[in-house]
């Protein structure tokens, strides 16, 4: 069986992404990337919509929701066992020494990830605006002294999908930024 | 100017430096700063960036976590209200010399890591915006780390030397027959958000390769990070177009569905995603388009 889910995976992998096939990488360091790319993928397909520039669908967002869900919070801190980044894989160390910030940029995609789904119903809101964090006249955060609220999942939930779907990159850039190298 | 006759002048001319002036006069400001415009600046500009250590859950503009250069580290200053660690007794014209010119209140110069080569052409406006922006900021009583350089870089005096050779001109000036978007675009792209810092490779002096370089690309950065080359033909072979672009500076994700990493990550997170649409807009139109060149 586990045989099987893995023949699976990499046969995906060689479809959808020669990137990975032609980095060679296998078991664990596979499925991580595979998450990555799994989570990328969605996000180029559903960013139309979230811009606006196409209709929005309550059901594509709780998809989207959906993938983001599957690959953060454990099941992605499960893929990076310790020192688990030898080449092809552009993990950095501080990984493993800073397991703390690491989890908790993952547990916040998941929490993310469910604010998502459960506020896919309440619709896109304003497309154009920023994450909301910005120009709303707040000096205080102009200049980099906001205070920063627990994003607790009801908080969250109540924000605007579009909202939510900017936040939720920043995520994904805030981790790559502290702990991805590039190629 | 070759560089090992820089470095050879560096190391043993700098007694000599110390009194070689390079300050040119600064005139008093009197113009009335804008908070809003002042902090919108300070933002694309990227000084809460590099002087907030965000990493070390400093405060903001506290003073920033140490540069990692192939020189050795240096640390961004405290530029909070206090008087004693940060900028609190300063006048508006000693800030508008550091900003424009790269010189403390006494004439020595900063190190280049600091990237005041592309504010030289703020406007007094600007620097009376950005300096009432920064009154606002409440005062933290804490020195930053002393910059920790080797000889001959450790000696301030030396970058005299540095500036006659590497202190370019940004390319600011608008270009006639460009439209006002372009000229916009450029002058926040070569000006304020200094892309280049970043993105055009360094000689082994540390000095932008602004004729052979720009926008190529550099693989050195502080940090060990790597910017890809971001000349139009190399934006248009990655994929992007003008819509893409601005959209990525907005929320960091990439044509391919991917995130920024990198120090580029941080480039937007802390200073692009502020900015309004127009700007943002009128950045990637210059940056599809640099025709000049």
């Not at chain 1, 501080?94 to 690491?102: A, K």
């Not at chain 1, 707040?138 to 109540?158: F, I, P």
């Not at chain 2, 592309?118 to 910059?147: C, G, M």
């Amino acid at each position: 069986m586990k045989f099987r889910t893995f023949t699976f995976a990499a046969s995906i992998a060689v479809l959808a992404t020669t990137a990975v096939a032609h980095k060679g990488a296998t078991g664990v360091l596979l499925e991580r990337m595979n998450g990555m790319l799994a989570m990328g993928k969605a996000t180029k397909a559903i960013a139309p919509m979230m811009r606006g520039l196409e209709d929005y669908d309550a059901d594509r967002t709780t998809d989207y929701a959906a993938v983001l869900q599957t690959h953060s919070g454990d099941a992605m801190l499960a893929l990076f066992p310790e020192g688990m980044n030898a080449a092809p894989s552009v993990a950095k160390d501080v990984i493993w020494t800073n397991w703390e910030d690491f989890s908790v940029l993952s547990s916040q995609l998941e929490t993310y990830a469910m604010a998502l789904g459960l506020a896919a119903q309440n619709g896109l809101g304003d497309a154009g605006a920023s994450d909301g964090s910005m120009m709303d006249g707040d000096m205080a955060d102009m200049m980099g002294g906001a205070v920063v609220e627990e994003k607790t999942l009801q908080t969250l939930a109540s924000l605007s999908v579009s909202t939510l779907f900017a936040q939720s990159a920043q995520v994904c850039s805030a981790c790559h930024t502290k702990f991805r190298a590039e190629d | 100017m070759g560089v090992v006759a820089l470095m050879v002048a560096g190391a043993g001319g700098i007694t000599g430096l110390r009194l070689y002036p390079v300050a040119n006069p600064v005139e008093a400001i009197t113009l009335i700063g804008d908070v809003g415009a002042g902090a919108y600046l300070a933002r694309a500009s990227g000084c809460i960036a590099c002087h907030t250590n965000v990493e070390g859950g400093g405060l903001p503009l506290a003073g920033g976590a140490g540069f990692e250069t192939q020189f050795g580290t240096v640390y961004a200053a405290n530029l909070t209200t206090d008087p004693e660690f940060g900028i609190g007794d300063w006048s508006i014209e000693d800030f508008a010399k550091a900003v424009r010119q790269g010189l403390t209140p006494d004439d020595v110069p900063y190190y280049p890591v600091f990237t005041y080569a592309f504010y030289q052409d703020f406007s007094d406006q600007q620097i009376a915006d950005l300096w009432v922006a920064f009154q606002t900021v409440a005062p933290v009583n804490e020195p930053v780390p002393i910059t920790d350089l080797a000889f001959p870089f450790s000696e301030r005096d030396g970058l005299k030397l540095w500036r006659a050779a590497f202190l370019h001109a940004p390319r600011t000036t608008p270009v006639s027959g460009q439209s006002d978007i372009w000229n916009r675009g450029r002058a926040l792209v070569e000006g304020a958000t200094h892309c280049a810092a970043c993105h055009t490779e360094r000689n082994i002096a540390g000095g932008r390769k602004v004729y052979t370089g720009r926008m190529e690309g550099n693989d050195v950065l502080p940090g060990g990070f790597k910017a890809p080359a971001i000349t139009s033909t190399a934006l248009v072979a990655s994929g992007w177009d003008v819509d893409s672009l601005s959209y990525a500076l907005q929320t960091g994700i990439m044509p391919s569905g991917d995130t920024f990493g990198g120090g580029m990550g941080e480039v937007v997170q802390m200073g692009t995603r502020f900015m309004t649409q127009e700007d943002r807009i009128a950045m990637a139109t210059y940056l599809m388009d640099q025709s000049d060149e």
